[in-house]
Nanobody, 124 residues
């Protein structure tokens, strides 16, 4: 049973930074394509960023490209999301997800393993 635990969320002022972590246990971390999704109140959950198994391919949602960076450390079984230049519209609960599919994909239904989420709140 794969277990994902997010951490690093919190309250930050606009233009600030946060780094989210996703620790994975119970599975072979390097075999998973990893992604971050987010869900704001009253909105559907959306893809934010994804990274391939060995980290050589990344993909970003348009509104975060250039501000957010996804990475992973296969020795530490951990994926990260560095968020810079945060905006109030980035406020959401952020979820880490894992899939055994080879490619980075944006469709949440393709991810079979999810964390409980960590709240990010950006004040103006």
């Amino acid at each position: 049973q794969v277990h994902l635990v997010e951490s690093g969320g919190g309250l930050v002022q606009a233009a600030g930074s946060l780094k989210l972590s996703c620790k994975v246990s119970g599975g072979t971390f390097w075999s998973y394509t990893m992604a971050w999704f987010r869900q704001a109140p009253g909105k559907e959950r959306e893809f934010v960023a994804g990274i391939s198994r060995n980290g050589d391919v990344t993909q970003y949602e348009d509104s975060v490209r250039g501000r957010f960076t996804i990475s992973r450390d296969n020795r530490e079984n951990t994926a990260y999301l560095q968020m810079n230049s945060l905006k109030p519209e980035d406020t959401a609960k952020y979820y880490c997800a894992a899939t055994l599919m080879y490619s980075v994909i944006t469709a949440q239904e393709r991810y079979s393993n999810w964390g409980q989420g960590t709240q990010v709140t950006v004040s103006s």
